[in-house]
Every structure is written in C-alpha cells, then in structure tokens.
C-alpha cells in the first residue's frame, strides 16, 4: 500500500448492512425503533441546545438525549475499524493521532501554508454522510438510517458523540485525492479536523487546487484563516511550533503562564490559587493538570525541569502512585503469570483449516 493512499473500499466489515432490518439489531434496537429514533434525530427533537464560548466566539452545542446518545456512541463502536480507511494524513479524532503528531509532520519545513474549512460541521449535510457510509459499503437504506442517526435538521451537530468520525469519513476522499494530486511534487499534508497544513521545502501554493476539491464536495475555505509563512516567521501547526528542526515545541506564552500558575501552586496550593482566580478548585485543578500532561508529552524535558522547581504544586496537581499500591499490582500481576504456568490442563490445539477454498 501507497503511503498516500489508504484500504480500497467497500470494505467487507460493512457490506453486510444493506437494509435497515439487518443493521438495527447491531444497535440493540428493532427496526421500528430504530426508525422512530433516526426520525427524532434528524428532525432534531432528540437534542437540547446548550452555548460555549471558544475564543470569543459563541458556539451553539447539541447534545442528544440520552437514549440517542447511547445508541451513537454504540454507532462509533461499529465504525471504529473504518479508521483504517482513511488516508495517512489524517490526526485529528483517531487513534494515536495528535496536535503533536499532526505538527511533526512539518517540523523543519522552511514553507508553510495553513487553511480552514468553513463552518465544518455545520456544512456536512445529511446526504454527505450517506453517501459517505455507502461508499465505506453500507446498502442505501442502512447508510440512511445512520446518516440520520447522526444529523439533526439536515446538519452535522457540533456535540454529537459521532460526529468526529463522521466528518473524517466524509473527507476519506478529500484526503486521498488530495494526497494523490500532491504526490510528487513535495509538499507534505496533513488534517487535524478542519484544519488543513501543506509544508514543502519550496516555495508553494495549493489554496487554489485545495478549494476546488472543497467545492465538489459543497464545502469552503474560510478565507480569514487561510495563511502562507516561510522561516524566520512565527511557524505554527495545530497550536505547536514547527521551526524548530528537531521536533515541535510549546508556545512560549504557554510556558509562561503555565509556570507562573505552577509558582503560585506551589507558594499557596491548590486551593489558595483557585479562590485567588476565583475558580472551582477541582475544577481548576483539573484543567492544570491536564495543561502538565499536555506539556510533558510535547516537550517532556521541559515538563522534568518545571517538577524540580515546582516538586509541591506537581504533587498536588499529578499525585504519584503510593509505593504499596504498585508493589500490590506487581504482585498481582507475577501470581496470575504463575497460574498460568502452571496450569495442569493442557492448551487448547490451534484450529488448522483442512479446506482447499480457491
């Protein structure tokens, strides 16, 4: 296989759902309430409107109903293996895919250009989705009943469980078109989401070609956040810096404020420095630990060297586990190893086909 392209489709873990009969019993529910739900779905009287700010800006979020959203995260379940039919480019809402493994990609590269989709998720209409999930290999009406599982009122619902996937295998061929038309030229690409990077060691421009290939599919640039950067400019992808030759780096804003929250951790704890912010304390103990681990796994000797300044404030915010408690799963571990060993029955002998099928 082409590092450029990804598993041909339709892809034979799918094909079995032709029907809504055959695909309904998969999400534990019968045709009829399989049905019933979709139309609740689509129409979007399963969800409840909530609003989130995202830098400065206001984002209408849809959450399902529980029962909805029980049968999409089983829906995410079932086209977990389809992962494996997207193109290489693809980090964003995949397993071991990253901000950090989407930004290596460009490290070093002296030409960058960066470019956004418009209004993703709202642009994904339902027809997309099924005929995305028909070329994975569904039938029409299966593809149908999971498209409308998974849209309300025609949309693609910034909220939903499913979403994420949905919209990756809407662009499965976006990507690989798109891979196939850069083949060759040297221009490396990835996609975090909607946020499309094109590195190169020349000089380029692919905004043109990039938005033709969106247009086909009835979506758009963002012209706001289409950028072009060259060395010795500020150089960023998916928030990490990649002007660095070696591997990318945190923004040095982030490190500043991330130190300066560790020092007053550190000097008045946890809770001194949440009511000084005038924050939940678990709450913000949380989002702090979270911006360690993000630290640590970007640059983690950068993270070393903040723990032996700040040994308190780490405690507090990523306690270590007790001695005891590994010594217990270490145990634990070595005694199931013995039984196994030691086993008096014999194993099972392995299957070996006797059939000469081709």
């Not at 379940?77 to 950090?100: C, D, I, N, Q």
């Not at 989401?193 to 094109?198: E, I, K, N, R, V």
């Not at 928030?239 to 982030?254: D, E, I």
């Amino acid at each position: 296989m082409s590092s450029t392209t990804a598993p041909s489709v339709p892809a034979f873990e799918f094909s079995y759902w032709k029907s809504v009969d055959s695909i309904a019993p998969a999400l534990s529910l019968s045709t009829a309430s399989a049905l019933e739900l979709a139309a609740l779905s689509a129409t979007g009287d399963s969800y409840r409107e909530t609003y989130i700010e995202v830098r400065g800006k206001w984002r209408t979020i849809r959450v399902p109903s529980e029962r909805l959203g029980n049968v999409q995260r089983r829906i995410n379940y079932m086209f977990f293996p389809a992962e494996s039919y997207l193109a290489p480019a693809v980090h964003g809402f995949v397993r071991f895919g990253s901000t950090k493994a989407n930004a290596a990609k460009h490290v070093g590269n002296p030409f960058l250009q960066k470019l956004d989709i418009l209004d993703f998720f709202e642009s994904v209409t339902n027809e997309r989705v099924r005929e995305a999930l028909q070329l994975l290999g569904l039938g029409e009406p299966a593809a149908q009943l999971i498209a409308d599982l998974t849209t309300c009122n025609n949309r693609l619902p910034l909220g939903a469980p499913t979403s994420p996937l949905i919209s990756n295998l809407v662009l499965r061929e976006f990507d690989i078109d798109l891979l196939k038309l850069i083949e060759g030229k040297g221009i490396t690409y990835t996609r975090y989401a909607d946020d499309l990077a094109f590195s190169s060691i020349r000089e380029f421009d692919i905004q043109s070609d990039v938005a033709r290939l969106l247009g086909q599919r009835g979506l758009g640039l963002n012209p706001r956040k289409c950028h072009k950067f060259k060395l010795g400019q500020p150089m960023f992808v998916t928030g990490l810096s990649v002007s660095n030759q070696s591997h990318p780096r945190l923004r040095a804003r982030f490190k500043k404020m991330l130190r300066t929250s560790l020092f007053f951790v550190e000097k008045h704890g946890i809770r001194g420095h949440a009511e000084y912010l005038r924050e939940n304390t678990a709450r913000s103990a949380a989002k702090l630990a979270g911006r360690l681990r993000f630290a640590a796994s970007v640059e983690p000797l950068w993270a070393d060297k903040m723990k032996s300044s700040y040994p308190n404030a780490f405690e507090q915010l990523l306690p270590s586990q007790p001695a005891d408690k590994i010594s217990r799963l270490n145990a634990r571990r070595a005694e199931f190893c013995e039984r196994v060993r030691s086993r008096r029955e014999p194993m099972p002998s392995m299957y070996v086909p006797n059939v000469v099928l081709f």
